[in-house]
C-alpha cells in the first residue's frame, strides 16, 4: 500500500507556470505506475499524464502535450508535474494516483491510490 501527498498547487495568472509535486509513502513506491487527473467543478475527472515506473515512458493528454512534463525521482518516491502556459480552463483540483500495473493507464478506475488533491487556480 502506498500513501501519496500532493503539493505544489496555488493561484497563477494566465500563462504562468507551477510544479506539483507528490510524495509517497513506503518503499515499493518504485514499483508503481504514476498518473496525474484533475477535475474542476462540474466536470468529470480527466487524465493529465502518465510515467512509468522508471521514468523512461510518458504519456500526456492531447490538451496537455507541449505545455506539462511528468518526471519522477524514485530516490525521493516522488512524482512531479510542470505545468506551464496555463490558462483558465486549467484551474482543477490536481490529483497524483499509482497503479500496479506495467503500463500507463488514462482511466482513473485503473488506479488503486490516491491522493487528496491539491488545487489549482488560474486567473485570467
Not at 515499493?28 to 487524465?47: C, D, H, I, K, N
Request: glycine share 12%; aromatic share 12%; charged share 15%.
Amino acid at each position: 500500500q502506498v500513501q501519496l501527498v500532493e503539493s505544489g498547487g496555488g493561484l497563477v495568472q494566465d500563462g504562468g507556470s507551477l510544479r506539483l509535486s507528490c510524495t509517497g509513502s513506503g518503499h515499493t513506491f518504485s514499483a508503481y505506475v504514476m498518473g496525474w487527473f484533475r477535475q474542476a467543478p462540474g466536470l468529470e475527472r480527466e487524465f493529465v499524464a502518465g510515467i512509468s515506473w522508471s521514468g523512461a515512458r510518458t504519456y500526456y493528454a492531447d490538451s496537455m502535450k507541449g505545455r506539462f512534463t511528468i518526471s519522477r525521482d524514485n530516490a525521493k518516491n516522488t512524482v512531479y508535474v510542470q505545468m506551464n502556459n496555463l490558462k483558465p480552463e486549467d484551474t482543477a483540483v490536481y490529483y497524483c494516483a499509482a497503479r500496479s500495473g506495467s503500463s500507463i493507464a488514462t482511466r482513473g478506475e485503473s488506479y488503486d491510490y490516491w491522493g487528496q488533491g491539491t488545487q489549482v487556480t488560474v486567473s485570467s
